[in-house]
């Protein structure tokens, strides 16, 4: 008789990241001209991806202000 052997695995969830960004002024948002972001293409969250778009956004923020550049993750 064969017996069926389930083993635990871990199951490791896939991300995406993505730049995310404001242009110009909008990234102070008001009560009458919330933000309007723009965003790049999904990319998978590799340490090189991450890393890539992380200097991005620090040198972003450094020209454009607080709040002008972020990265989104969304499960992939």
Known sequence: MNALVFTSMAVKVMKEIRLR???GEEHIATES????????LWRP???EN????QN???AAIEAYGPG???IEEREA
Do not use: F, K, Y
């Open 68 to 70: 002008s550049h972020w």
């Open 50 to 53: 991450r890393e890539t778009l």
């Open 56 to 58: 991005i956004v620090e």
């Open 21 to 23: 960004w404001v242009a």
């Open 45 to 47: 969250d590799s340490p």
């Open 33 to 40: 001209a919330p933000r309007r972001p723009c965003g790049g």
